[in-house]
């Protein structure tokens, strides 16, 4: 499974970005997508994930200005940001998992797309 993920830039603190993340496979049974973020000199943080019954769950720094969303038909995980803060700046990288009857777990990473918040 290959994994694009595009939409980021530089912005204003307080602006707004959406990321997408288009994969090359169904991700209907997908049973979790995600997006990270890596900061230079800092390791990799999950930033929000969403399940395949659209549970989701967010970092503390994230919640109430991040959403994150899936569309199974397109393939796709977003990433909505809002109010975005300097300390969001970051390379954000999406995620797929599956996980097979017998629990084994195979993952996949995008190539990241950098996101910088600076006036």
């Known amino acids: 499974v290959q994994l694009q993920a595009f939409g980021g830039g530089l912005v204003q603190p307080g602006g707004s970005l959406t990321l997408s993340c288009a994969a090359s496979?169904?991700?209907?049974?997908?049973?979790?997508m995600a997006w990270y973020r890596q900061a230079p000199g800092k390791q990799r943080e999950q930033v929000a994930t969403?399940?395949?019954?659209?549970?989701?769950n967010y970092a503390e720094s994230v919640k109430d200005r991040f959403t994150i969303s899936r569309d199974d038909a397109k393939n796709t995980v977003s990433l909505q940001m809002k109010n975005l803060k300097p300390e969001d700046t970051a390379v954000y990288y999406c995620?797929?998992?599956?996980?097979?009857?017998?629990?084994?777990?195979?993952?996949?990473w995008g190539q990241g797309t950098q996101v910088t918040v600076s006036s």
């Open positions: 995620n797929v998992q599956y996980t097979t009857p017998g629990g084994n777990k195979f993952v996949y």
């Open positions: 496979a169904s991700i209907s049974s997908a049973s979790a």
């Open positions: 969403i399940t395949t019954v659209g549970r989701t």
